[in-house]
């Protein structure tokens, strides 16, 4: 029987990040991931929390910090922070003495999840849906054309949200995205880590040609796998069974099979 709870964790920096825990008594918890200026009940987690939890998986769903409910102030990179933050849940599910059965990210938290994994090595199952390679890309589409010579000038640029809020991207945060180095950071992953890129053929937000960069980098890994959705958009807007269906067999694969009973 599920059950749901809050779950408020302090990050390093002693800002409370706001999750919810969708507690199936499994040993196995699942950490779902938002993307850049979202929050844990985006449409992704929401179909990924009902199928992974049917099955038996606890699921923990929260907002990075300065998103949703979580403290902080948002910004427009701030990897290294997500990072951070995804870090400490996991660090409190593990003194909870449970088993982190997987970390997936969906677009911006894709990326937050690989760095993570680069940098703590404490993750075994990641999953990267719809993550960004190269972090060039993709920025004129947000802050609009001269987009530099525009925050030099006044120090920040305002854009809106997908659900309309408005958020500000100031120029340190700006340069902290520019700056992130997916390919050497993924280069960091341990070897044994096993990751599975997702990604929409359709996505016009972020390129599928992301997800062949992720691949090509990880060939000698061998425990890196690709799934190209076919005619998925960057949302999965019709198409979130099948998102859902290649995730859940990569989790329970990497698991041996379905969760276990929590004692």
């Known amino acids: 029987m599920q059950k749901i709870e809050q779950v408020i964790i302090k990050n390093k920096y002693g800002e409370k990040l706001v999750g919810v825990l969708y507690e199936t008594s499994s040993k196995e918890v699942i950490i779902l991931c938002h993307g850049s200026a979202s929050k844990k009940e985006c449409p992704v987690n929401w179909n990924l929390t009902d199928a992974l ?4 998986f606890s699921v923990f769903c929260f907002d990075f910090s300065g998103n949703g409910e979580s403290e902080g102030t948002f910004e427009f990179g701030n990897y290294s922070k997500e990072a951070d933050d995804l870090h400490s849940v996991v660090m409190y599910f593990s003194g909870m003495k449970r088993v982190i059965g997987g970390v997936l990210g969906h677009s911006k938290g894709g990326d937050s999840v690989l760095v993570c994994a680069s940098r703590y090595h404490d993750v075994a199952t990641v999953v990267n849906v719809c993550g960004r390679f190269k972090k060039e890309r993709g920025t004129e ?7 530099m010579e525009r925050i030099k000038e006044k120090g920040f640029l305002d854009f809106e949200g997908d659900e309309g809020n408005q ?6 945060s700006l340069m902290e995205r520019l700056a992130t180095d997916m390919r050497a950071l993924c280069l960091s992953i341990a070897k044994d880590c096993r990751v599975l890129s997702v990604h929409g053929s359709a996505d016009e937000c972020i390129p599928v040609e992301d997800a062949f960069e992720f691949a090509k980098l990880w060939d000698f890994l061998q425990l890196h796998k690709l799934h190209n959705i076919e005619g998925a958009d960057h949302g999965y807007s019709n198409y979130q069974s099948e998102l859902v269906e290649v995730v859940m067999d990569f989790i329970v694969d990497c698991l041996g099979g379905p969760a276990s009973t929590f004692i």
């Open 167 to 172: 958020y500000r991207v100031t120029e340190e």
């Open 141 to 147: 589409d947000v802050l609009g054309k001269d987009y």
């Open 53 to 56: 939890t049917k099955v038996g």
